[in-house]
């Protein structure tokens, strides 16, 4: 009898730890971001050193994966080289994608260069050298693809918000990869700002990160151009290391704006005793809580006070000396999936030190 007890016992307790650990790996998978990147050789990272396409891993170098180290997690990557916008509406159509987009929080989306470089590949094939640059300016065919983009890219809008409909949408446009090559660049750009007209900076579906003018007026591709030394000459249009990683800082500063609460405001700080000062806070908009921070003139370099949920605290610290003037400020954050997003600094406040 005592046996069957003691048996039983074991096999409740069993049961309680499977039970316990599956709720806290579901807890744990449920506070992680889900972010997923769509798109083409842009987003996956070609021309990067640790590019394969045999790779279902982007370079760590490239763009989504800088976006998905921000944000604590890993991507999940369904951006191909070579594909164009039917490409992309194939994919989504697949149902290949459909479990992740589901679940996805955070969706990036690069399309569209493609579209114009399936036909410029064509065209230049099939021209002389020669007449190749006459052939290009004004083409038939070239305005056809930039304008035939628009109901692509809507219908690409479309299938996400159906598929992904609680994931935030955050969209490059084109950039012009040979700005600094004589008539190339010219001509170019008449395709690109042409299909660029497809994407919007108030669309209420999706946040523009607009390469276009990031990449404008400095080289961030691996494009290299000099008349003089045209036997080192490289055309590859693609992001360099560098472009990646300000097309991630792009994302990442629109995901803060889009995240972080307003500026708070330092009501008032005062000292009553050793060590301690009491701070009031205000933040007109949602917040998870404040970083307090403390110098010892008011343009001098602050540091890390304390971090609190209260408007109104009092802290404690053997950072704060005696008789010694502090300046202080604040800044507030949202905490989403274990990500901070930090607001700007708050107004700075003089306390002195009991």
């Not at 004589?182 to 990160?209: H, P, Q, V, W």
Request: hydrophobic fraction near 35%; aromatic fraction near 10%; proline fraction near 3%.
């Amino acid at each position: 009898m005592k046996k069957r007890i003691k048996l039983t016992f074991f096999i409740l307790c069993i049961i309680m730890s499977t039970t316990i650990a599956y709720t806290i790996f579901i807890n744990a998978k449920s506070n992680k971001t889900t972010y997923v990147a769509l798109g083409d050789s842009i987003a996956a990272g070609y021309g990067l050193a640790d590019y394969s396409p045999e790779k279902e891993v982007p370079p760590s170098d490239s763009y989504q994966a800088i976006v998905a180290q921000f944000l604590k997690t890993k991507p999940f990557n369904y951006a191909v080289s070579g594909d164009d916008s039917i490409d992309c509406i194939n994919i989504l159509k697949s149902e290949i994608a459909d479990d992740t987009l589901a679940e996805a929080d955070i969706i990036t989306i690069s399309i569209g260069s493609n579209d114009l470089l399936k036909p410029f590949i064509e065209i230049v094939k099939e021209t002389t050298i020669n007449n190749l640059m006459v052939k290009l300016r004004d083409n038939e065919v070239l305005h056809e693809k930039a304008q035939a983009f628009s109901e692509k890219f809507n219908e690409i809008i479309k299938l996400l918000k159906e598929k992904a409909p609680q994931a935030e949408l955050y969209v490059t446009n084109i950039y012009n990869p040979y700005n600094n090559v004589m008539i190339l660049g010219e001509t170019a750009d008449t395709y690109i700002k042409e299909i660029n007209e497809t994407f919007r900076t108030d669309s209420d579906s999706y946040t523009l990160i607009d390469v276009y003018t990031l990449f404008k007026n400095k080289n961030f591709t691996n494009v290299q151009f000099d008349i003089s030394n045209l036997s080192n000459a490289n055309l590859d249009p693609h992001p360099s290391k560098e472009g990646h990683r300000e097309i991630a800082t792009a994302i990442v500063e629109a995901l803060n704006k889009k995240h972080a609460p307003d500026t708070p405001v330092v009501i008032y700080t005062k000292s009553t005793s050793k060590n301690k000062i009491t701070v009031e806070l205000s933040c007109t908009t949602k917040k998870s809580g404040y970083e307090i921070r403390f110098s010892t003139s008011k343009n001098g370099k602050f540091k890390s006070l304390a971090d609190i949920s209260k408007n109104k605290t009092s802290i404690k610290s053997l950072k704060l000396k005696s008789g010694k003037t502090y300046y202080i400020r604040a800044r507030c954050y949202n905490n989403i999936n274990g990500i901070k997003y930090y607001s700007t600094y708050s107004n700075v406040k003089k306390v002195v030190i009991k």
